[in-house]
């Protein structure tokens, strides 16, 4: 069966990657986007069969790779113009490399190939691909002026000039890849039909003595069948949380089971921040061809937490009677509790699996989300998290999730409560005995231990990551509908920058500047409000003299301009990483003030601004700008080339 959503979902998935892949190897942007687009035509041609195939791209890679390499050679002086000079500087290096040197570079940095995939790939032994590995990063060191530890992340640059690359819708990609099969089928039959009459062996069979084959019947101890693929082992509901394991995430409440099932009904979105049905998309392939075994390629169980409140009073009309004195209780639902577990076909599936998992809830798109904290949990399978967030909307929740991958299982308990929130430890210890649950069945890795938690950066998400999203963003009062921030671009100006420091990321020293801005577009009449961050690259001496003189500047200005209140909340700096932020308040006329909140920061050689202008009515509270401008240090080194 032809799977639609499933092309879909993987041509969404890997095209990027693919594109950043053929345009290393060729430096040709427009050959290599075309190349990229054909070879996603072709596969869905033969998507019957590439469906099947446990490493789809596998089949993409090489032939958008060709295309693209065959494209290019057909106009070996084509350069694109306007790309940043680090960025042509990279090309030229890649250059100068032999064919077979960049191909295993681009593969062994930018895909998630083995080398011995790699080895296969470009027709050569591992151990030779490993000498040629070598010599490439090196030639490439030497003509590229910088260490070894610095290739990947110039290579990861190349990101910069096809962020903005559009996309043809997979519908389109679709009806070519049908034309192209329907096509592919008429020259066929006509190619047979043409042979045959050309040799004329279009003959009756009159007079023709019957062959052996018309006379005898199959052998008895032989049946031909066609062969089945292996059906994997499935899951068990043994293998989900109990009533009383559920209660560790808050005693006060009485749970209840709401629902256990396949996650076969509906859209399949049970779960806030739940991006897709399935986090793997060979168990959407499953789904979608409808596939039936003892147990399910999924499970999900739901569960219902109230908690009792005060008696209501004889004749309230609410709750429940005692039957004795007309007094009610009433009950009210206060939290909901999810655990999903998802088998993949193997370990590294169950790896893609958990990491789009980890991504539904580190950029959790839900209107009015926000992350709070996220933490590393050791000793729970063979890799754990949980993130803590919380919705704003109009009924505010806190939302707890867990995250594990234990062998080719990927495990995920979430609790959202209107009441208090769920502490780290019982998220951690309710995720540790899910996994537990797990433990000793069909699939499963690693059981748990105590787990053990350790407070982490936020995971990297955006594309290019090292910037704020949105789910990065606390609420404001008063303000309507969601945060909604601008796609990355190149500043040719800087918002995030005061009147007192006039901030400008330009020059030669300065890589790579990028600059976006969140805006409530659901508001009317806030011409002035919004938070924008500039951000960009520049070598570590320089970074640091840079921040120094955003320091300087706004000092400057709160001595020597007597109309300009300037209010340090926070500042500090290491060796690695410097962090200030303002509050400067500019005396407009004698009945007006502006006030803004500002922060400069660096981490190596990523530097950022982070700006806040309120509107009338309308602002952040001092500590969620703080939240703010702390957050946004703590995503700036995964900033490319931080």
Same mark, same amino acid.
């Given at each position: 069966?032809?799977?639609?959503?499933?092309?879909?979902?993987?041509?969404?998935?890997?095209?990027?990657?693919?594109?950043?892949?053929?345009?290393?190897?060729?430096? $040709?942007?427009?050959?290599?986007?075309?190349?990229?687009?054909?070879?996603?035509?072709?596969?869905?041609?033969?998507?019957? #069969?590439?469906?099947?195939?446990?490493?789809?791209?596998?089949?993409?890679?090489?032939?958008?790779?060709?295309?693209?390499?065959?494209?290019? @050679?057909?106009?070996?002086?084509?350069?694109?113009?306007?790309?940043?000079?680090?960025?042509?500087?990279?090309?030229?290096?890649?250059? #100068? %490399?032999?064919?077979?040197?960049?191909?295993?570079?681009?593969?062994?940095?930018?895909?998630? *190939?083995?080398?011995?995939?790699?080895?296969?790939?470009?027709?050569?032994?591992?151990?030779?691909?490993?000498?040629?590995?070598?010599?490439?990063?090196?030639?490439?060191?030497?003509?590229?002026?910088?260490?070894?530890? $610095?290739?990947?992340?110039?290579?990861?640059?190349?990101?910069?000039?096809?962020?903005?690359?559009?996309?043809?819708?997979?519908? =389109?990609?679709?009806?070519?890849?049908?034309?192209?099969?329907?096509?592919?089928?008429?020259?066929?039959?006509?190619?047979?039909?043409?042979?045959? %009459?050309?040799?004329?062996?279009?003959?009756?069979?009159?007079?023709?003595?019957?062959?052996?084959?018309?006379?005898?019947?199959?052998?008895?101890?032989?049946?031909?069948?066609?062969?089945?693929?292996?059906?994997? !082992?499935?899951?068990?509901?043994?293998?989900?949380?109990?009533?009383?394991?559920?209660?560790?995430?808050?005693?006060?409440?009485?749970?209840?089971?709401?629902?256990?099932?396949?996650?076969?009904?509906?859209?399949?979105?049970?779960?806030?921040?739940?991006?897709?049905?399935?986090?793997?998309?060979?168990?959407?392939?499953?789904?979608?061809?409808?596939?039936?075994?003892?147990?399910?390629?999924?499970?999900?169980?739901?569960?219902?937490?109230?908690?009792? @409140?005060?008696?209501?009073?004889?004749?309230?009309?609410?709750? +429940?009677?005692? &039957?004795?004195?007309?007094?009610?209780?009433?009950?009210?639902?206060?939290?909901?509790?999810?655990?999903?577990?998802?088998?993949?076909?193997?370990?590294? @599936?169950?790896?893609?699996?958990?990491?789009?998992?980890?991504?539904?809830?580190?950029?959790?798109? $839900?209107?009015?989300?926000?992350?709070?904290?996220?933490?590393? =949990?050791?000793?729970? &399978?063979? /890799?754990?998290?949980?993130?803590?967030?919380?919705?704003?909307? +109009?009924?505010?929740?806190?939302?707890?999730?867990?995250?594990?991958?234990?062998?080719?299982?990927?495990?995920?308990?979430?609790?959202?409560?209107?009441?208090? !929130?769920?502490?780290?430890?019982?998220?951690?210890?309710?995720?540790?005995?899910?996994?537990?649950?797990?433990?000793?069945?069909?699939?499963?890795?690693?059981?748990?231990?105590?787990? #053990?938690?350790?407070?982490?950066?936020?995971? @990297?998400?955006?594309?290019?990551? &090292?910037?704020?999203?949105?789910?990065?963003? !606390?609420?404001?009062?008063?303000?309507?509908?969601?945060?909604?921030?601008?796609?990355?671009?190149?500043?040719?100006?800087?918002?995030?920058?005061?009147?007192?420091?006039?901030?400008?990321?330009?020059?030669?020293?300065?890589?790579?500047?990028?600059?976006?801005?969140?805006?409530?577009?659901?508001?009317? #009449?806030?011409?002035?409000?919004?938070?924008?961050?500039?951000?960009?690259?520049?070598?570590?001496?320089?970074?640091?003299?840079?921040?120094? /003189?955003?320091?300087?500047? =706004?000092?400057?200005?709160?001595?020597?301009?007597?109309?300009?209140?300037? $209010?340090?909340?926070?500042?500090?700096?290491?060796?690695?990483?410097?962090?200030?932020?303002?509050?400067?308040?500019?005396?407009?006329?004698?009945?007006?003030? *502006?006030?803004?909140?500002?922060?400069?920061?660096?981490?190596?050689?990523?530097?950022?601004?982070?700006?806040?202008?309120?509107?009338?009515?309308?602002?952040?509270?001092?500590?969620?700008? =703080?939240?703010?401008?702390?957050?946004?240090?703590?995503?700036?080194?995964?900033?490319?080339?931080?």
């Amino acid at each position: 069966m032809r799977s639609p959503e499933t092309f879909d979902a993987f041509y969404a998935e890997t095209r990027d990657r693919l594109l950043h892949e053929a345009y290393a190897l060729t430096g $040709d942007l427009s050959a290599s986007r075309v190349a990229v687009r054909d070879a996603f035509t072709v596969a869905w041609h033969h998507w019957r #069969k590439v469906s099947r195939l446990e490493d789809r791209e596998a089949f993409v890679r090489p032939l958008a790779h060709r295309r693209a390499q065959r494209r290019h @050679a057909a106009r070996p002086w084509h350069r694109d113009k306007g790309i940043d000079d680090d960025v042509r500087a990279t090309l030229d290096a890649l250059s #100068k %490399l032999s064919s077979q040197e960049r191909r295993t570079l681009v593969l062994s940095t930018l895909s998630p *190939m083995t080398l011995g995939d790699i080895a296969r790939e470009v027709g050569l032994p591992q151990s030779d691909a490993e000498r040629v590995l070598q010599s490439a990063t090196s030639r490439f060191s030497i003509s590229r002026d910088v260490a070894s530890t $610095d290739v990947r992340p110039l290579l990861e640059a190349l990101l910069e000039p096809i962020a903005d690359t559009r996309w043809p819708r997979s519908t =389109i990609v679709r009806r070519s890849g049908a034309a192209r099969r329907r096509t592919h089928t008429l020259m066929g039959s006509a190619a047979v039909v043409a042979a045959l %009459l050309v040799s004329g062996t279009v003959v009756t069979s009159d007079g023709v003595e019957p062959s052996s084959l018309d006379q005898e019947s199959a052998l008895p101890s032989v049946t031909l069948r066609e062969t089945q693929p292996a059906v994997p !082992p499935s899951l068990a509901a043994e293998s989900l949380l109990e009533l009383d394991q559920v209660a560790r995430f808050d005693p006060s409440m009485k749970w209840r089971i709401s629902e256990t099932s396949d996650n076969s009904a509906g859209d399949g979105l049970v779960m806030p921040c739940q991006q897709a049905r399935f986090a793997d998309p060979t168990t959407l392939d499953d789904f979608l061809r409808s596939v039936k075994t003892d147990g399910a390629g999924a499970l999900m169980r739901s569960f219902i937490g109230k908690t009792s @409140a005060e008696p209501t009073g004889k004749g309230s009309g609410k709750g +429940k009677s005692d &039957g004795r004195n007309g007094s009610r209780k009433a009950t009210r639902e206060r939290a909901t509790a999810v655990e999903y577990v998802e088998m993949s076909a193997d370990p590294k @599936a169950a790896r893609v699996a958990f990491r789009t998992a980890q991504g539904w809830y580190a950029d959790c798109l $839900d209107s009015r989300a926000q992350l709070l904290s996220t933490h590393t =949990i050791g000793r729970v &399978g063979d /890799e754990a998290t949980v993130l803590n967030l919380r919705t704003w909307n +109009k009924t505010p929740a806190r939302i707890a999730v867990g995250l594990a991958r234990t062998g080719r299982l990927t495990v995920i308990t979430l609790v959202s409560s209107t009441g208090k !929130p769920v502490p780290v430890q019982a998220t951690a210890t309710g995720l540790a005995a899910a996994v537990n649950a797990t433990c000793g069945k069909a699939g499963a890795g690693a059981c748990a231990g105590p787990p #053990k938690m350790r407070s982490s950066a936020p995971l @990297a998400v955006g594309r290019p990551p &090292g910037l704020l999203s949105a789910v990065d963003l !606390p609420p404001v009062a008063g303000a309507v509908g969601p945060w909604v921030g601008t796609d990355p671009q190149r500043p040719r100006a800087n918002a995030a920058s005061t009147y007192c420091d006039n901030t400008q990321f330009a020059g030669k020293a300065v890589k790579r500047p990028l600059t976006r801005t969140f805006l409530f577009p659901a508001q009317k #009449k806030m011409d002035t409000f919004g938070l924008t961050q500039t951000v960009a690259t520049m070598k570590g001496r320089l970074a640091s003299a840079f921040v120094s /003189e955003v320091r300087s500047r =706004i000092r400057k200005c709160g001595q020597d301009d007597l109309g300009t209140t300037v $209010d340090t909340l926070v500042d500090r700096s290491s060796k690695r990483a410097q962090l200030t932020v303002w509050d400067v308040e500019i005396e407009i006329s004698d009945e007006r003030t *502006m006030q803004f909140w500002m922060a400069i920061m660096r981490d190596g050689n990523a530097v950022s601004q982070v700006g806040f202008t309120p509107s009338e009515g309308k602002s952040l509270q001092r500590d969620a700008f =703080i939240a703010i401008a702390e957050r946004a240090l703590e995503r700036l080194s995964d900033l490319p080339g931080a």
